[in-house]
């Protein structure tokens, strides 16, 4: 192999369905078996050490934990919705980040979660289901209100359709090519000539096979005209963009084609996790706001873009 991840063990993150269980109970029911420390970044997060093996655990099967990577849990805490706000989940199974969302929105407000394949709607039923979220959200008016499950595509609803013209902040989370999950087979990507900083390769995703590269365009087209679909919601004040690919293709570039729409609606990037080192490829002027994650020092290569319309205030902090 040309690459290989450094053999460093990966530490194993959970979040805790604060629906369902507070933090500290959590970290003490687990702390029986094992070393559990909390996040310094993102909220309800736990580290336990790696290797341990959870999937059985009652607090896994009972939906008050969640095995969920950090890099994942940090685009719904990206977000930052309110609770009682009204939030527009756009592609959404397997339902990791609409329940994070819920859990953010403490069971208050509305979430709207949309998914085209039907299959993955009956995963996405499950998710919310186990988390607990259906029962316990609830309107203004005190009424228990579900989260709304809209089998469907994204692209297909209408902005201008009164039932969305609440939404408050939108999670775009589309198909992408994976790539950064995928680190221990980064190797494929890698021209065969490569040599020198082969770390570089992979933070760029650089691809020399013409089946990938159309591949990745195809998907790179779609995720910017989805991207554009979401920042047209009328009411909608936050925007977040997140790929688990390391692709330039399916990241700046996406972000980069759509800033002069979004500038044109109101918004501008905004930096979630400021004091987060990795950032955007410095492809174009802005991309410092962006974050990626490192498919080699954090194990998987995620990316965040954050638009707010209006005053930008970072929450992701709080
Ligand atoms: N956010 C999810 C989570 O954290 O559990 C993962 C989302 S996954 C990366 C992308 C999802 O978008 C897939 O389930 C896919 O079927 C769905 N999807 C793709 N195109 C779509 C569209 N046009 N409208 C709605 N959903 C779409």
Redesign the pocket.
């Known amino acids: 192999a040309l690459y290989q991840t450094p053999d460093v063990p990966k530490p194993r993150y959970v979040r805790v369905n604060t629906l369902k269980m507070d933090v500290d109970s959590a970290v003490l029911e687990l702390g029986k078996q094992f070393v559990v420390q909390k996040d310094d970044l993102v909220p309800d997060l736990l580290i336990l050490p790696p290797g341990c093996d959870l999937h059985d655990h009652p607090l896994i099967v009972n939906g008050c934990v969640f095995l969920q990577g950090k890099a994942?849990s940090m685009v719904a805490a990206a977000l930052a919705p309110k609770p009682g706000w009204k939030v527009l989940?756009?592609?959404?199974?397997?339902?990791?980040?609409?329940v994070h969302l819920a859990a953010l929105m403490k069971g208050k407000g509305k979430i709207v979660a949309?998914?085209?394949?039907k299959e993955?709607v009956r995963r996405l039923k499950d998710t919310i289901k186990l988390s607990g979220a259906a029962s316990i959200f609830i309107n203004s008016l005190n009424q228990p209100e579900d989260i709304e499950v809209l089998h469907?595509?994204?692209?297909n609803l209408d902005p201008k359709d009164p039932a969305y013209s609440e939404v408050r902040a939108i999670l775009l989370?589309?198909?992408?090519s994976g790539s950064g999950t995928a680190a221990e087979r980064l190797d494929h990507l890698l021209p065969s000539h490569a040599s020198g900083d082969v770390h570089i390769h992979l933070l760029f995703g650089h691809t020399a096979d013409p089946t990938e590269m159309e591949r990745l365009n195809k998907l790179s087209a779609?995720q910017k005209k989805?991207l554009r679909h979401a920042l047209s919601f009328p009411g909608v004040e936050r925007v977040v963009y997140s790929t688990?690919s390391i692709h330039q293709v399916e990241n700046e570039d996406v972000i980069k084609s759509v800033l002069p729409i979004a500038m044109s609606f109101g918004f501008q990037l905004a930096t979630s996790f400021p004091q987060w080192n990795c950032r955007g490829l410095p492809v174009f002027e802005g991309s410092e706001h962006l974050l990626r994650t490192d498919p080699v020092e954090d194990k998987e290569g995620f990316f965040i873009a954050l638009f707010v319309k209006g005053n930008i205030i970072d929450r992701s902090k709080n």
């Open positions: 994942s989940d756009a592609c959404s199974a397997p339902g990791n980040k609409t949309c998914e085209l394949n993955r469907g595509d994204f692209l989370d589309p198909s992408c779609f989805a688990c």
